[in-house]
């Protein structure tokens, strides 16, 4: 997973860049880059590391301009390798690009075949390169970004939001089925385009609108132009960004997340209802969903686990044995709390299953009487090809186990997850309009070897257009 | 303030050491120092910085031995200056020293004159090395450490939890009115000794009890050694440990510091209520307070401002008014709870009221219709002399306003401080057991130009000695 | 300017080519990498500074495999660009590819044209890069190097030694000119392909001989193969590796670097004898030149200048009256040797003059009644468009001014460069086979508004092939 | 070994200060440090590595005032503990006080031992921290720096040359017997004290002359006073400071150290020619007496070895065999100068003979026929207890073979060292006036367990002084 941002504002833009990517560090803490362009040539700075420490004064300053494009990184395969970090900078007859790609696509194997066919070599084993290429070929053609979109769509199979600078111009561009997020915001002197709203807040400026799937946006100084290129009979929102992934003070598609976990958490209690003592959660993760069982029920709400601040991913343990015990210093039991007391433990979701375990051990060692897990998602079965960083079927503890299975093996009381119907329902969004093929095994495009209800896709590109002139 | 830390431990001390200080890392973010000893010579590291960003596993494998302390250090005056870092290493006579100091003294310049008098150079600027002075200058002549620490006790004033290693032995006092915190806990091999029991629970270790107030402990692999140095009339608890500085997950002289600040907030209820639609704290300082008064009022506890977990101390900002953004990076407002709603607002404390002001600007940007401030302490009046890092009077916006004027500059609907007696009531502690000095300006020892009743103390050394045989 | 370097060897390369690295980098000071091949993946490491700071033992241990390319490079436009820093790495088809380039190219942008004409995008500016998609451009077609080379040849206008990895082959081929030089040398237990001799005496290897003008080498565990690509009427080698750019120690196309410059110093007396107390060269570059004008004349070799063996990059100096001063720092001169006599100062060449005019005042403020300035090689007058990194024309001193005019201005009491018929007979040399462009304005292919008389090339590769089986 | 600085100067004085230690730089590599003072506080920065890397312009403009001192350290027994890195800093009585030293106690465990019994601690383990201990028991007592400094001299046995800087003064003194070397220069607006005068050279200053034994000078900002405090019946400048110590352009005690060489080079022609084809140094501690042997005997000086000048302490060698090889990356052979040919090889002294064996082996395999040493120092054969980090008694090869069974264990043809008249000769100091222990075993001081004809020290402090006005 990857967040992405784009600005264009006449007061400079790597302050603003940093901030937003400081908003968006949860998408992504494996690496982080900026790329700015000042009028004549671009300025870059990205590294591995967490925000905080790839960037201070003296790179800002350097990172000239009034547009500019960044990106964070989550730890995926091939990350490590430095060319691969993001933004993906490139030049084609005299103009100076800048690509940043949330998602991840299912056919680029094919797609680097058909260039390396052509004599093309590639310089990173990124799909944002594959983007980049079929950008350039198209533009080289007709020199207009509209066909270099559609062309994507039309070759492009899987998620995708993408923020790419051309010189002074940023295009911004969300896959038709709207897998990934994108919005559009209003700075002081220009627009922001990124992942999530929080980057918007950060900046202090307001959310416009959701970016459409299917549409692209071209930001400049001039203003936002909007173009629908593709239309889809549905769409495919991810679920888990509402579960897990995006920031609970984020608003996606029009639902703050943490309302949409609130009600996960009412409809917890609705569907497993427990005579506990406390309602606690997991922190960070489960806090929205364990206030919202705590009034839907009546429990109090108390931290039964207190969550070390400062561990950072540098975190050293010298052994096996130890690496067990990182649990422990991460999440502090309250014994005052757990003592004794019939719990119920909020979390998002289980995944392999062993730190639902250890954080389950933890609690009953502190003296709780009963840890009863409810969890915010149905059972995780399948794997996600669309950008979501979940291990194979094999490691999912949900696709070999009865849910009796998971709750014997991670030692709980008693294991509810919420019904698929019911999270549907928190998020507000139509069924036909989600991905949730981690749950159910059905994915909204052609997976291969997987099963699905493809959404039919049809080019509208250019039919319409309007300008956000009113912000 | 600062975090201290000793263990003696058969397995090796510096990955627990390690873990002690990241779960004490609360109390001192501006250095960290560590110092081992193999039976032979001293090991050491200490730097600027996060626990986390000065050791790694070389780093800690080449810290040998079964013994050592570690140091966490708050940004203080003379805080940056490389040898002002603890832990204090030094040699008399053969013997490998090491100081570790939780506190504050207010009469180092006289003690440094007797030293200097006599022809002492000082290599630092802190209260450290003059306790170290004292032990060593009474240990040359009776070679008794309940005699160096006698003699520091009819010394030193101030506050002091000290913690220090002489060869293979580490010795741990706490002042006679108990100022600082200090406990010790059984680990899987040896004994730890810190300044709160997170500490403890951080080497999955467990609590035998809080260092008695004129105390000392003697920790060697043969156990641990207890002696009674001074009886005094009554102690002097910070109260502003249980108000802000201690983890909540602490355990101090008996109370965890959650429940204390639960009750303080269900007082803030009972003293001030108000009928608002949601409470909100301002996280995280203000998230225990914040339950508490929910409980006890029936209205839901909802965040309002989610915190960015990955704001770091090396946040850049550009100019003065990028930092007064910087609390909107910090703390996003989540409009769709706040807009057009009454917010009870819950912090622990009010300094300088420039933080409070900034916070209920955002709240009232996102659209809360009122803004009820409740506070889980009295107002603060009066510096602290004692070790936590207070500004003076002058800065104090409680000193020189009324509860009204406060009101006001920080643009709140209304304000309530918690009552000093429910605040004394939450902590169950008697009120001459505490210091509440910077509520009241009363002092429990002669501080010069400020009021006081300080307490009696008898010297009682060695009348009293004790095994922890039974751990 | 850059230096390059390829082995394959049984018993790892990573260190035999952080060796070879050292010993080249005299030839660029910006940047250095190294790109290894383990028989699966590639393994990379490139940054910029010397290669002492860039490598470590744990960094060349993860450099893993039989086979790898280094490079380091010269502080040009554009070196300071991280994606700049060689070698190029990238994938075609399932190969890996790295790529390490020495010289200039003079055809860049009309090459970068044709390919971006098909929609080929670039990751980096440099030469490399366009070196590598005409490879990978011949090879998708007919898969055979040689008619890649070939290519190359055909296209590639300007000097160019390169060596490129392809998997476990490397391959290595010099510019139908022989500009750049390249040799190859035998390993322990495999082959070394590099810019000078002195990387090959690192490893304890032994010279096998030059790369020829036109040739290429493929390097493999099963040996080495050469083929003959083109064959010119007369070559180019560049007289300024002999002049200053290469390491005295070096030989290169069968000549000794050090008894050329012997020989010029030599020369230097015969056509400029003084009748003075001492000779002195500037450290480092004059020595060699200096103890021929020595030998010859029968005066004394004095240092007259010790060089301090300190002085880094980062040498650091507060404002321009420092950077002044700076020479001195680097050149202190010995005032015994100097005071009140008459000095030959030996130098291999002036280029802006003002250097010259900065140690010539140390050597008169030290006392010197003359300053009798002696210059390995004739005025260079002229700008370099095949890798040497001089400056333009209006910047050469010699490009507008006399003899005596520049005598004038550099404060010597004689000045004499040394003629260029004795320089080309001090290489041995033919005048035919030499670029003398920069002291003559006249070079041996065609770069634009430069006069020159162009080499044939014929075009006869695959013709001639040989195993290096003896060695 | 170290080198040690002091300046005042109206015009800043910490650029100054890193432009001579950049001079002094070859008298320690392992660590380095500047002390300023700005008329109220101390400015410190020290490190472990080179000057050219802990230091930068940001941190050169943070040590701020117009006084300050600096030292270089060399790599001896505990210098990798930072608090011994030097200068030593510490308050006494509200002076700010920093010491600097060169050389070596031999009664530091005396001295400790003194200060201990009173109850004084050490924070380091350095001679220097005795040093400033003895001056502040003076101070205390008369306030006179005079007698602070007699007291020094009465109770340090050993080498020492100080820099001491207390508050905006600085004090210079060298031991009775002027063991290390120490000069004053003046600068443009004030002066410097140091170990070299190339230091001196750097700031483009001009020598005053050398401090002499038992001399006391006081620097401010009013000028320079001197007082000399003992006389010795004869002196003990170290001659192993002409042998390798000294860089060749420093003038020590009225010698140009480069010209001693020379002469040296002259007498092992005369005391043992030969009749070869060439005179090499081995470089570049050789390249002096190489050239005094050349034009002695009139065969041509040419370099056989070049040494690389990029080597750094980094250079990293996986295994004990490569470490082998480390030698031939540092000096490379010039086989065309060498080859068939009759080698004069000349070095200034052989310690271990490792690498004396390394590098004649180097030689015959570039194919020389005879490889004749000569030495510009008499056999080492004793350690030195002053200063020099010379090896045990049992690891100088001198100590038990003879001169026969040297050549033979090296390798040479011949060997012949210099004869202690000679050297002496060349030196032009008398014989009493030098410490020649490290060849003879009779030291200038009382070394327990060793001979000597310790020198007649007579206590005169204040009788003599006078100011350095006309400079």
């Known amino acids: 997973m990857c967040g992405i ?35 004549e040539r671009l300025h870059k700075c990205k590294d591995q590391g967490l925000v905080a420490d790839i960037f201070n004064a003296d790179i800002l300053k350097e990172l000239k301009g009034d547009v500019g494009v960044g990106h964070v990184r989550y730890p995926t395969t091939g990350s490590k390798i430095p060319e691969n970090i ?18 991840n696509l299912t056919n680029t194997t094919e ?5 390396e066919d052509r004599g093309q070599i590639f310089c990173t ?44 111009k940023i295009y911004a561009f969300r896959d038709p089925l709207g897998i990934r997020p994108l919005c559009i915001g209003k700075t002081r002197e220009g627009y922001i385009v990124c992942s999530e709203t929080v980057a918007i807040d950060a900046l202090n400026g307001e959310l416009i609108r959701d970016v459409k799937p299917g549409e692209m946006l071209c930001i400049s100084s001039e203003g936002v132009k909007c173009t629908q290129i593709t239309e889809a009979s549905s769409h495919g929102h991810c679920i ?41 959660p997991v922190p960070d993760s489960g806090i929205a969903h364990a206030t919202g069982y705590s009034e839907s029920s009546g429990i109090p709400y108390r931290e039964g686990l207190i969550k070390n601040r400062y561990m950072g991913r540098t975190f050293i343990m010298p052994n096996q044995e130890a690496r067990e015990n990182a649990v422990r210093i991460k999440l502090n039991p309250v014994k005052q709390h757990l003592n004794s007391k019939s719990v119920v433990l909020v979390d998002d979701s289980i995944v392999r299953g062993t730190t639902s375990r250890r954080i389950i051990d933890i609690v009953k060692d502190a003296g709780a009487r009963e840890v009863h897990m409810r969890i915010g998602s149905p059972p995780i079965k399948a794997p996600c090809y669309l950008g979501v960083d979940m291990p194979t ?54 997976i291969k070897g997987e099963k699905g209800c493809p959404r039919h896709i049809e080019y509208v590109a250019g039919t319409f257009q309007s300008d956000l002139k009113d912000f």
Chains 1, 2, 3, 4 share one sequence.
């Open 5 to 39: 941002v784009g600005i264009v504002d006449a007061g400079g833009v790597s302050f603003p860049l940093y901030y937003a990517l400081y908003a968006l560090q949860h998408r992504g803490q494996e690496s982080a880059g900026i790329t700015t362009f000042d009028g």
């Open 86 to 103: 993001q933004p993906f900078n490139f030049t084609f007859q005299n103009k100076k690009i800048s690509v940043a790609h949330n998602g």
């Open 111 to 115: 797609l680097r075949k058909k260039f």
């Open 125 to 168: 084993s990124t799909d944002t390169e594959v983007i980049g290429n079929i950008i350039v070929d198209e533009l080289r053609k007709t020199d207009k970004m509209e066909d270099a979109v559609l062309s994507c769509m039309k070759n492009l199979e899987g998620s995708y939001s993408v923020v790419i600078m051309i010189n002074d």
């Open 240 to 280: 888990f960004e509402y579960i897990y992934f995006a920031r609970a003070d984020s608003v996606i598609d029009g639902r703050l997340v943490y309302d949409v976990r609130r009600r996960i958490g009412e409809s917890l209690h609705q569907e497993a209802p427990v005579d506990a003592d406390i309602i606690s």
């Open 393 to 446: 079927r094999e490691e999912l503890i949900a696709s070999k186990k009865t849910n009796d299975e998971v709750c014997e093996q991670i030692g709980a009381t008693s294991l509810h997850h919420v019904s698929l119907e019911s999270l549907i329902k928190a998020t507000g969004i139509p069924n036909d309009d989600l991905c949730v093929g981690c749950i159910t095994g059905e994915y909204p495009l052609c």
